[in-house]
């Protein structure tokens, strides 16, 4: 079982790399728009005259839209789930279902193998625009934040292939997901904390964001990092996003089992 | 040219039928546009929280900024943007460019017009009233003459942005694909968005003179707002007319070299 995940895992990765100079392009577009908000920033700082804004000094400002840049750029950019949409519309699930290995897995092993991928390429493209910043940067917290970090990271990963999962399940009902989903990334990338941090909305529209579980996909981890939240208040919100996925993962489950009692292989 | 204008309505008449398929679809897309659009001025709404200028920029001729990039944005992904990005790398690669190439019109019409997006064009409604807004906000503050040259900047703009679209996409005809090429650009044209007063001297001087994306957003904002310099305006008036002739050029060189492979 576990050797077959991984071939499965492995296969999604190389098919990945297959079209490098695309994905370079992507990455390097990327940086570009990063740069430019960077550059908006370090104004909006100059023209302040103040040394915080937000409760972010112009380093932690710096710093968290990198972080959020990098996360945006395996989280939220190109993974909207469209192959069990497709695969639904166009009958290829009929395929996947007769061979011995259960296509929601298939489906969420591909989910990781392509953010690890992108994980990696924004890596080493975020690496360069963070040494050419290096002076502006907050540098790695105390290594119990970092372990903390990397566990909100790993849920956020969970809970945003969930998201998309359970819309990209609707396509058992409805004909075309794509503008579920699309609208669906453009609200979880700001009310993610992808842009800015949430701090600097409005009030109202900060509990707005509170009440849904996206700021748990970036804005938690990044506060975790730039030690904006105590680290006592760090276990009940990481148990608050696990209670978030497994939700949505019980809604896959009965979207998944109704689904496929409906589902009539239609195709073309 | 009547029959290019009647071409035309049919064109955007089939792009509304081929859409439209999907109604729920369909107006989902436009919602979720919509919503961009509105929680990106949420997001400048949020910079002007903590700042009451950028650089010389006030919150409304910021707004007047944002409102005219998105609706010259706009004119380019309902018109000749993804046409030209990529529709037409993919005709070049199957060979199917031949059929167009055929047809008794200008080949450079159907490439760049072929697919209107309609759903963009519902989506560039709202925008016009944000326009509306933020012209309000300034209490119309301008005169006949910048109103004037605020729609001919706007067209500036577009032939700016035309012409370096048509180069982008050209290149395919020897490479086959650029849509990589092509979205990079998307993501530099975004630069238009915010004012140019936030760039350091160097990137200032190079976004007006180098690569002067100031001319997409900035350029038309500052003539409505009657800050513009008439050197500026002659420069963008000719860099545009010399990108136009490039680019012009480049696409009857690469026609010439099309051979019509498919694979």
Redesign the interface.
Known sequence: MMRKALLIFRLAFMERTAYR??F???V???I??IL?VV??W???YR??GRSE??GYTLAEMITYLLGAGLINSFLLTTAENPETSQAIQDGTLSNLLLQPFNPYWVWLLRDLAGKLFLGVIGLAGYAIVAFLLREELVLAPDPLRLVFFGAALTVAVLLQFLTFESLSLLAFW???T???R??MR??M??AGGA??PLS???AL?QKIFALLPFPYLVYFPMRIYLNKIELAEVLPDLIRAAVWAAGLAGLNAVLWKRGLRRYTAMGD | MQRYLRLFMLLCKIGLMRQMA?R??????I???V??ML?LL??F???F???D???QWTFDQVLLLFATFHLVDYIMSITFQRNLSYHLPALIQSGNLDSRITLPIHPLFMASLENIDMMDFISFIPCLGLLGYALHRLNYAFTWVQALMYGLLIVNALAFLFAIVLIIATVSFWTTQS???A??F???T??GR?PL????SF?KFFFIYILPLALISQVPSQALLGALSPGLLLYALAATGLLLFIALRFWSMGLKTYTSTSS
């Open positions: 100079v695309n370079m392009l992507q390097a577009g990327g570009l728009s430019i550059f908006l370090l104004a909006v023209s302040s804004l937000g409805v004909e075309n794509s503008g579920f699309f609208t453009v609200i990338e700001v842009i800015i600097f909305f409005p529209v | 999907y729920p679809h369909f107006f989902l897309m919602s979720g546009k919503i961009r929680l949420l997001f709404q949020a910079v929280l903590k700042v200028r950028l650089g849509a990589g090429l979205r990079v998307d993501d530099l975004r630069v915010y007063d936030i760039f350091e990137w």
